[in-house]
């Protein structure tokens, strides 16, 4: 069975940076494209970066530059570096495969103070 498990989230003042984790078990994820998602409360989830397997990568609109997606396929971890947080990123950060066709993890907080 596949398992997701994110980590790496926590409480940081605006401006500041967070690198979150994501592990797969279960099988093996490099042919995989991946993508990290997240989901604020109250309101829907949504895609936030996308890798696929040779590397290639897209941001949504409101990343503006500011986040970094990336994979080590030696250790079935996706990673998303998180710079220049501000408030209005505060959500729960989930990782799946892209299109999301695996049971999704618990994910990992995120909380930025203004």
């Known amino acids: 069975q596949v398992e997701l498990t994110e980590s790496g989230g926590g409480l940081v003042q605006a401006g500041g940076s967070l690198r979150l984790s994501c592990a797969a078990s279960?099988?093996?994820?490099?042919?995989?494209?991946m993508a990290w998602f997240r989901q604020a409360p109250g309101k829907e989830r949504e895609l936030v970066a996308v890798i696929t397997d040779g590397g290639s990568t897209t941001y949504a609109d409101f990343v503006e530059g500011r986040f970094t997606i990336s994979r080590d396929n030696a250790k079935n971890t996706v990673y998303l570096q998180m710079n220049r947080l501000k408030p209005e990123d505060t959500a729960v950060y989930l990782c799946?495969?892209?299109?999301?066709?695996?049971?999704w993890g618990l994910g990992t907080q995120v909380t930025v103070s203004s």
């Open positions: 799946n495969a892209h299109p999301a066709y695996y049971p």
């Open positions: 279960g099988r093996t994820f490099s042919s995989l494209t």
